[in-house]
């Protein structure tokens, strides 16, 4: 009988590590057997790096008024131009790029981390799934840029608030996917051997179900990052997001809008840089999605 408790314990053991190997090794093959997924990773490290050494890259102070030079078009002197106060639009849009990218890898790291918590509980636990994932559709009900101008209104402009704000709209999604993957984890052979030999609740989500729930909770942070970036712009553009003050994608084409017939650089190319950006992660989540999807890559 104690020899047969070890192979379970073994068996409910050993397989939650087989899991996070075969993610390492099914994101490997997907950058070879993808090249979509490789396109997206290296324009995604290329915005990372324009990110990090934007006071090497851009030329110019962005926020620097230069009033004779208002509405430059694209020169060797501007190379995006400048706005209708003579600010560099080059050099916002590399400086933005840091607000764009902090704000999406903060909300996908914060919503990956919630929304798993909230997920293994309420998949795990039937009485909290009543309870915890009727809150969660009822903060899905409202549609996601109406409630984040909404909650922006109540705690007012800055780049903190909208990670907040972002990440609250965004968690019961996430809640959601990580329930579903725990609804099928939940009654599988491994998990009710845990539970026979006397593992808690909390060590049977942690080291047995969550490692084998992995890889749709990082497919879906990849969309998650990307929707921020993109629900962050949409509240600077509205005005209703970082304050004005402070150079983001958003912001410059907030401004740009106004002299679009003008002044088309203002808005085109962080409108290009947003894009791009937001290409590169959906790129990336559609090919861990494929790569993770053991239906797909059977089809493949």
């Known amino acids: 009988m104690e020899r047969q408790s070890t192979d379970l314990v073994g068996t409910a053991v050993v397989r939650p590590p087989g899991a996070v190997s075969r993610f390492l090794k099914a994101s ?15 324009i995604l490290v290329v915005m990372a790096t324009i990110a990090i050494f934007a006071p ?49 890898a903060s ?22 799934d009543s309870v915890v994932m009727r809150f969660m559709d009822g903060i899905m009900a409202f549609p996601t840029l109406l409630l984040a101008l909404a909650l922006i209104a109540l705690l007012g402009g800055s780049v903190q608030n909208v990670i907040i704000v972002i990440s609250v709209v965004d968690t019961p999604r996430m809640a959601r996917v990580v329930r579903g993957a725990v609804l099928m984890l939940r009654d599988q052979e ?24 992995l890889a749709p909770i990082i497919v ?3 969309f998650v990052f990307a929707s921020a970036v993109i629900v962050e712009a949409s509240l600077s553009f509205l005005g209703a997001g ?14 740009g809008r106004t002299y679009i017939q003008i002044a088309l650089w203002i808005t085109f190319f962080p ?16 090919g861990l999605r494929d790569a993770l999807d053991p239906r797909l890559a059977r089809r493949a």
């Open 28 to 42: 490997a093959r997907a950058f070879q057997k993808n090249p979509n997924m490789l396109a997206g990773a290296v």
């Open 242 to 255: 970082t304050p004005p003050e402070i150079p983001t994608w958003g912001n410059i084409m907030g401004v």
């Open 107 to 128: 909300v996908a790291a914060i919503v990956a981390s919630a929304g798993t918590v909230i997920g293994l509980i309420a998949g795990y636990f039937r009485t909290a």
């Open 220 to 222: 879906q942070a990849t």
């Open 56 to 104: 090497l890259i851009a030329h110019q102070d962005p926020v620097r008024l230069h009033g004779a030079d208002r509405f430059q078009p694209p020169s060797s002197r501007y190379w995006f131009g400048t706005d209708h106060v003579g600010r560099d639009v080059y050099a916002r849009t590399i400086y933005g790029s840091r607000i764009s990218l902090l704000v999406g």
């Open 190 to 213: 491994f998990i009710t051997a845990a539970r026979a030999i006397g593992v808690g609740p909390s060590r049977v989500m942690a080291l047995h179900i969550l490692p084998n729930a």
């Open 271 to 286: 409108g290009l840089f947003l894009s791009l950006t937001a290409l590169a992660i959906n790129l990336m989540g559609d």
